[in-house]
């Protein structure tokens, strides 16, 4: 009977030491997000309450500032913080570095970090793949559509289409990897990419005065359709972006569907916003509540994608979907 007794002891104490966190004790997560707590947020508070799991998610509003992001590493070590979600590829390298950074203190090694939102995780050297990101602390989301997608879908649209537009910024390494991705798909689908960086030689943030300027360089080289590429710069300035296209003929397709919703681009193929921040939850809750290493879980892809349309634009450029796209895509602006 004492020998029953001491292994079921025994037991207990190895069950308390090799399960992971109880959801009893508040975790502490810190949200580095580039602008404000937005629909990402949203879905991944969202996801973190409907678990049940108890976390509390502090948020740290970069403002658009990268200068701000030695903030978010010290933020993050003084709170303690469980975990760190952080959204963008600039954010992301403020936060993490690259794969080469592994050692530099200036980074984030020893609180698990969870990326979302990052463009090529891989061409900005964030991960190793899609199977490990290649550092213990370090899980991620991906949730963008593959840009032959875009291309093909583009073509449906408008089969005379044979040149496609791109604006980007020099300062954003997102941007210029997209660019240099383009560069080397869209010849390879019988695409020409024309391709202008929007404020050449300024190492700071470009002049948006510059990108009603650099639209109508595209409509001179017969551009009919501008894709918005990976920029935090062209979102935010999404308005003047997207109403200069249109001033000039030109359709702007977006990975960012609130272009298409709020602003003027005409189409969207990409995740819901707010399951894009669930993934990154799921992530998160893997490492928290589960146990999961970091380094051990694979980069999640988001799986389902939508495509918007914004009518009110197709009437003004005169270039309505056809059928088979508007039959599963979801209208605006009608």
């Known amino acids: 009977m004492k020998m029953l007794f001491g292994r079921v002891i025994l037991l207990v104490l190895i069950c308390a030491f090799s399960a992971p966190a109880h959801s009893g004790e508040k975790k502490q997560i810190l949200g580095v997000f580039y602008d404000g707590c937005d629909s990402i947020c949203e879905g991944f508070k969202a996801e973190i309450a409907e678990s049940g799991f108890n976390a509390e998610l502090k948020v740290l509003d970069l403002k658009e500032n990268k200068s701000r992001l030695p903030e978010a590493v010290k933020m993050a070590r003084d709170m303690k913080a469980d975990l760190v979600v952080v959204y963008g590829t600039n954010a992301t390298l403020g936060v993490i570095g690259t794969l080469d950074d592994?050692?530099?203190?200036?980074?984030?090694?020893?609180?698990?970090?969870?990326?979302?939102?990052?463009?090529?995780?891989?061409?900005?050297?964030?991960?190793?793949?899609?199977?490990?990101?290649?550092?213990?602390?370090?899980?991620?989301?991906?949730?963008?559509?593959?840009?032959?997608t875009n291309i093909e879908v583009i073509r449906k649209y408008d089969p005379e289409f044979k040149k496609l537009g791109l604006?980007?910024?020099?300062?954003?390494?997102?941007?210029?990897?997209?660019?240099?991705?383009?560069?080397?798909?869209?010849?390879?689908?019988?695409?020409?990419?024309?391709?202008?960086?929007?404020?050449?030689?300024?190492?700071?943030?470009?002049?948006?005065?510059l990108i009603p300027v650099r639209i109508r360089q595209l409509k001179k080289n017969g551009i009919k359709w501008i894709y918005a590429g990976s920029s935090a710069y062209l979102r935010a300035n999404g308005e003047v972006f997207t109403a200069s296209a249109v001033e000039n003929g030109i359709a702007v397709v977006s990975p960012y569907e609130e272009l298409v919703?709020?602003?003027?681009?005409?189409?969207?193929?990409?995740?819901?916003?707010?399951?894009?921040?669930?993934?990154?939850?799921?992530?998160?809750?893997?490492?928290?509540?589960?146990?999961?290493?970091?380094?051990?879980?694979?980069?999640?892809?988001?799986?389902?994608?939508a495509y918007v349309v914004n009518m009110k634009v197709a009437r003004q450029l005169d270039r309505f979907p056809p059928i088979s796209i508007l039959q599963g895509a979801e209208i605006v602006g009608k």
């Open 102 to 148: 592994r050692d530099d203190p200036r980074y984030l090694h020893d609180i698990p970090v969870v990326f979302t939102v990052v463009a090529d995780p891989f061409g900005a050297r964030i991960a190793e793949s899609f199977e490990r990101s290649g550092r213990s602390n370090v899980a991620g989301t991906f949730n963008r559509v593959p840009e032959a």
């Open 167 to 209: 604006l980007y910024n020099s300062n954003e390494k997102n941007s210029v990897l997209k660019m240099q991705e383009l560069s080397v798909v869209a010849p390879r689908l019988g695409v020409e990419l024309v391709a202008l960086e929007i404020d050449p030689g300024n190492s700071d943030t470009p002049d948006p005065a």
């Open 261 to 305: 919703r709020d602003k003027h681009a005409l189409l969207s193929i990409a995740a819901r916003l707010e399951d894009v921040g669930r993934l990154a939850a799921d992530q998160a809750l893997k490492i928290l509540r589960d146990g999961a290493k970091p380094g051990d879980l694979p980069v999640v892809r988001a799986t389902k994608f």
